[in-house]
């Protein structure tokens, strides 16, 4: 009689640690899986694409707010320039005409950029859009874990294993859902802070383009472009990162005798792309010369 009992109770335990491991199993990656396939589509839209009203915000404060103080700050650049032209030419005493027909068309030029200067802004951002999907479609391969096969295989291991194995493989299972929902959440701050900083970025475009016009103001503005590249190439080096994280990946669909092994290499690839997600900003900076 008391086998039956002691039968029956651990056939209820085993059925509850079973039907815990699956539900846990499935949850931990039906989110990660969701969020690295959501990491193409984010890195690949432009400013106007990402959140038109955010953009049109952007847009309206770099118009009305900062390119009036950039006109004063290239006025200024200008006047400094012409002086600068006329002084070095031994004090104005060796002067033609062909120098002020160079000045003014390197005014008209430097004009004709500030008045260009959100045009030539998202041009930037619309070649590494270009580049982030010319590299969705070369890299390709699928980021998400086969969720179905690995619930059967690890169904087929349950089988054989004591209760107090199940119970350790359910906790290890809590642990690592709890770990890769956070994950998944600095993916999503990752994607949403870069694109935040490019809207941050490009709303003071106006006062570093207007200080191209001059050789040593301009360093301003040539930092800011490597920064504007760099921040537009981002996308491509997530892209990158996302593709060596699905060749990773695909190899976890025969999880093996050791479920735990198995398991633990799958967090460390999800933790490995987040850690790589977080560097991408500063080698993009390092690649382009940005500071």
Request: net charge negative.
């Amino acid at each position: 009689m008391f086998d039956s009992i002691f039968l029956a109770i651990e056939t209820w335990m085993r059925g509850m640690l079973t039907s815990m491991v699956d539900t846990n199993l499935a949850a931990m990656f039906t989110e990660v899986n969701a969020k690295t396939a959501n990491i193409a589509s984010q890195v690949g839209r432009t400013p106007q694409g990402w959140n038109g009203s955010i953009f049109s915000m952007i847009r309206n404060l770099s118009n009305s707010v900062v390119m009036p103080i950039a006109g004063l700050i290239i006025t200024y650049v200008l006047c400094y320039e012409l002086i600068s032209m006329l002084t070095e030419r031994n004090n104005m005493h060796d002067i033609d005409t062909w120098m002020f027909f160079k000045y003014f068309v390197k005014m008209w030029i430097a004009v004709y950029i500030l008045s260009h200067t959100f045009t030539i802004t998202m041009a930037v951002f619309d070649v590494g859009q270009h580049v982030v999907n010319s590299a969705s479609g070369v890299i390709g391969g699928s980021t998400a874990v086969d969720i179905t096969a690995l619930t059967a295989t690890i169904d087929a291991a349950m089988v054989t294993m004591e209760i107090g194995e199940l119970v350790l493989l359910a906790i290890e299972l809590f642990i690592a859902r709890l770990c890769l929902q956070l994950i998944s959440i600095l993916i999503t701050v990752i994607l949403y802070s870069r694109m935040i900083e490019i809207y941050l970025y490009v709303s003071v475009s106006p006062i570093p383009f207007a200080t191209l016009a001059n050789r040593e103001w301009g360093q301003i503005g040539n930092n800011y472009l490597r920064g504007l590249f760099a921040l537009a190439f981002q996308g491509f080096f997530m892209m990158v990162c996302v593709g060596i994280y699905a060749a990773l990946v695909s190899s976890v669909g025969v999880v093996g005798s050791n479920l735990h092994t198995a398991l633990l290499e799958v967090m460390a690839y999800t933790v490995l792309l987040c850690f790589a997600l977080m560097r991408t900003g500063s080698l993009s900076r390092q690649i382009f010369g940005a500071h």
